[in-house]
Each structure stands twice: as C-alpha cells, then as structure tokens.
C-alpha cells in the first residue's frame, strides 16, 4: 500500500501564491506518475498537473504558466508552486501517485483565494 501526506493549502488572497507539498511512503516503485487534482463545490475532480519519475509533465490549459509542478524522487515527494492565484482556483487539492494500474490519493487540503 502507499500513503501520501499533503501539506500547505490555505487561505490566500488574489494574486498570492501558495506551495503544497505530498510525500508518498509506502511500496512504491522507482517508475510512477505523481499528480495533482483538484474539486471545487458541486464540479467533478479535474487534473492540474502531472509529473513522470523521468521528470515529463503536463498542465490543465486553467493553469499554465501560473502552476509549477517539481518533485524530489529521493524523498519520493511532489510540490506544487502556485503564483497568480485566482478565486476560481478554489478547491480542495489532492495529490496523486499512479504506478502500474494503480491509483492511490492523498486526504486533500483545501485552497482558498479570496479577498
């Protein structure tokens, strides 16, 4: 089983900035995909960004150029560095870490970005 531990959502006012960061314990393998997806009130989950152990990744359109995605692979952990924080990315944040067919997410952690 893998276990991932989120931490530094928050309250934040526009035009802010805000990291979050997940580290995945557990049997986890050297090849995975780790991730980060959010869910406002009343929307489905949605991806923000993906990154591969080999370091590839990819961004929802909503985020690109405001979000950075990055991970350590030794400390198996993954950061997302928010800048340009706007009210619509509002949401709970979950983190993710796929490997093989197997999905496994983190508790959650809220964002907010209001005045």
């Known amino acids: 089983q893998v276990q991932l531990v989120e931490s530094g959502g928050g309250l934040v006012q526009p035009g802010g900035s805000l990291r979050l960061s997940c580290t995945a314990s557990g049997s986890i393998f050297s090849r995975n995909g780790m991730g980060w997806y959010r869910q406002a009130p009343g929307n489905q989950r949605e991806l923000v960004a993906r990154?591969?152990?080999?370091?590839?990744?990819n961004y929802a359109d909503s985020v690109k150029g405001r979000f950075t995605i990055s991970r350590d692979n030794a400390k198996n952990t993954v950061f997302l560095q928010m800048n340009s924080l706007k009210p619509e990315d509002t949401a709970v944040y979950y983190c993710?870490?796929?490997?093989?067919?197997?999905?496994?997410w983190g508790q959650g952690t809220q964002v907010t970005v209001s005045s």
């Open positions: 990154i591969t152990s080999g370091g590839n990744t």
């Open positions: 993710n870490l796929r490997q093989w067919a197997d999905d496994f």
